[in-house]
């Protein structure tokens, strides 16, 4: 799954309309390993809709989006949620943390439950300023 030699997010002619309301449109987004991302716009820009579809919760009307170099169209949900816990992962921004925990523990979580093999498991993490290594368990 970890394909180190492309991006580790790639979507190219991305377009998505709910309602009749175009929100994305052509959309080229390359993410390469190491690299951060900030996505900002206004409310009902399509934000959320972008990284649903970097999720695979939410599907692309046409265009490709590939994770770790794995197109996601025509995954079956099982797939997609092995993709999801082997590829990328997501803190929303009124998810629910652990209080007891560090940051970095909180997103280590998941990696902990896949035997610390998910894909981020051994990748530096950059959680509020914080950055360093995900140690496994």
């Known amino acids: 799954m970890n394909d180190r030699s492309g991006p580790v997010l790639l979507l190219e002619n991305v377009c998505y309309s709910v309602g ?3 929100l994305l449109r052509d959309l080229d987004l390359r993410v390469g390993v190491g690299e ?3 996505v900002m716009g206004p409310s009902g820009s399509g934000k959320s809709t972008l990284l649903g579809m970097c999720l695979g919760t939410i599907r692309a009307g046409s265009g490709s989006v590939r994770v770790g170099g794995r197109e ?3 995954l079956s949900g ?3 949620a092995r993709v ?3 590829g990328v992962g997501m803190v929303f921004q ?3 943390l652990l209080p007891e925990l560090s940051p970095m523990e909180n997103v ?6 896949s035997g610390g093999q998910a894909a981020g498991a051994s990748c530096g993490v950059r959680a509020g300023g914080i950055q360093g ?3 496994k368990s």
């Open 133 to 135: 290594p995900v140690v």
């Open 108 to 113: 280590a979580l998941p990696g902990s439950y």
């Open 78 to 80: 099982r797939k997609l």
């Open 84 to 86: 999801r816990s082997e």
């Open 20 to 22: 009749g309301r175009e």
């Open 72 to 74: 996601l169209e025509g």
């Open 94 to 96: 009124f998810g629910e």
């Open 36 to 38: 951060s991302v900030a």
